[in-house]
């Protein structure tokens, strides 16, 4: 079993910038790929950004220039640095892990975005 926690999450104004952070313990295997998806109240779950063990980044077009996405393997944690925040980047941000064939998931973190 893997767990996986978030931080970071918090209220900020249009423009501003949030760093998540994810950490993950348990049985994690050296090759896996960790990513962000977020959920927007009354929409569905969709990929933010991922990254493998080995480095490879992807990243949702709405996000591109303007969310970066990385981790220490040494620590297991994944981190996301968002910037230039939009009010329709509001959401709950889930940390995920996928590693051979198993997925696992975060519970959780509110990023809302407002003046």
């Known amino acids: 079993q893997v767990q996986l926690v978030e931080s970071g999450g918090g209220l900020v104004q249009p423009g501003g910038s949030l760093r998540l952070s994810c950490a993950a313990s348990g049985s994690i295997f050296s090759i896996n790929t960790m990513g962000w998806y977020r959920q927007a109240p009354g929409k569905q779950r969709e990929l933010v950004a991922g990254?493998?063990?080995?480095?490879?980044?992807n990243y949702a077009d709405f996000v591109k220039g303007r969310f970066t996405i990385s981790r220490d393997n040494g620590k297991n944690t994944v981190f996301l640095q968002m910037n230039s925040l939009k009010p329709e980047d509001t959401a709950v941000y889930y940390c995920n892990m996928k590693e051979y064939g198993m997925s696992y998931w975060g519970k959780g973190t509110l990023v809302t975005v407002s003046s």
């Open positions: 990254i493998t063990s080995g480095g490879s980044t």
